[in-house]
T-cell receptor, first 114, second 114 residues
Framework: SQKIEQNSEALNIQEGKTATLTCNYT??????LQWYRQDPGRGPVFLLLIRENEKEKRKERLKVTFDTTLKQSLFHITASQPADSATYLCALDEANTGFQKLVFGTGTRLLVSP | KAGVTQTPRYLIKTRGQQVTLSCSPISGHRSVSWYQQTPGQGLQFLFE???????NKGNFPGRFSGRQFSNSRSEMNVSTLELGDSALYLCASSLDGVIPYEQYFGPGTRLTVT
């Protein structure tokens, strides 16, 4: 069956460290993958998109990798800050039909302690 | 630019009733997608509208329907409400719907069915 898996347990790290979140998928062949951030009581906010032919994408303190062989994406936040505490969701296009139909992972909650 | 707005923000309904939720996309955005978010199932795609046409549909029963108006505003309707329909309903807009595209989410409507 198709599934997207993210660590269901919260990730606790110290301020200043690098947070690494994992997104694994099964029985999908996505052309691209997206990462979103969601704060409690709010809608998700788009962070980064990475295509299948890109190994790595960076934006300020954020870095995403995409390994289509391992069927995995890693999301890194360097020099993490308490303000980075949130739930991070990965999403991929289920259909590859030309019309985007995003399937989301259940998200990983990140807690950054001062 | 104003973000995506959703009304109402909170709603309490009784089993068997019907409900209509409204979404106003970012000005100029023509694609509107709807998602249901629950603790157990996470974010699940309901449907997407582009230029008043439904382009994509998720695996939800026919009780869930939607429409888009010529000004890109969208509504979704749930008939014969069930307890399991209690969820956060999120809409997301994007500019032109050419994949891949990032989506801008609204704050959601929290629906509680009693």
């Amino acid at each position: 069956s198709q599934k997207i898996e993210q660590n269901s347990e919260a990730l606790n790290i110290q301020e200043g460290k690098t947070a690494t979140l994992t997104c694994n998928y099964t029985n999908y062949s996505p052309a691209y993958l997206q990462w979103y951030r969601q704060d409690p009581g709010r809608g998700p906010v788009f962070l980064l998109l990475i295509r299948e032919n890109e190994k790595e994408k960076r934006k300020e303190r954020l870095k995403v990798t995409f390994d289509t062989t391992l069927k995995q994406s890693l999301f890194h936040i360097t020099a993490s800050q308490p303000a980075d505490s949130a739930t991070y969701l990965c999403a991929l296009d289920e259909a590859n039909t030309g019309f985007q139909k995003l399937v989301f992972g259940t998200g990983t909650r990140l807690l950054v302690s001062p | 630019k104003a973000g995506v707005t959703q009304t109402p923000r909170y709603l309490i309904k009784t089993r068997g009733q019907q409900v209509t939720l409204s979404c106003s996309p970012i000005s100029g955005h023509r694609s509107v997608s709807w998602y249901q978010q629950t603790p157990g199932q996470g974010l699940q795609f309901l449907f997407e509208y582009f230029s008043e046409t439904q382009r994509n549909k998720g695996n939800f029963p026919g009780r869930f329907s939607g429409r888009q108006f010529s000004n890109s505003r969208s509504e979704m309707n749930v008939s014969t409400l069930e307890l399991g329909d209690s969820a956060l309903y999120l809409c997301a807009s994007s500019l032109d719907g050419v994949i891949p595209y990032e989506q801008y989410f609204g704050p959601g409507t929290r629906l509680t069915v009693t």
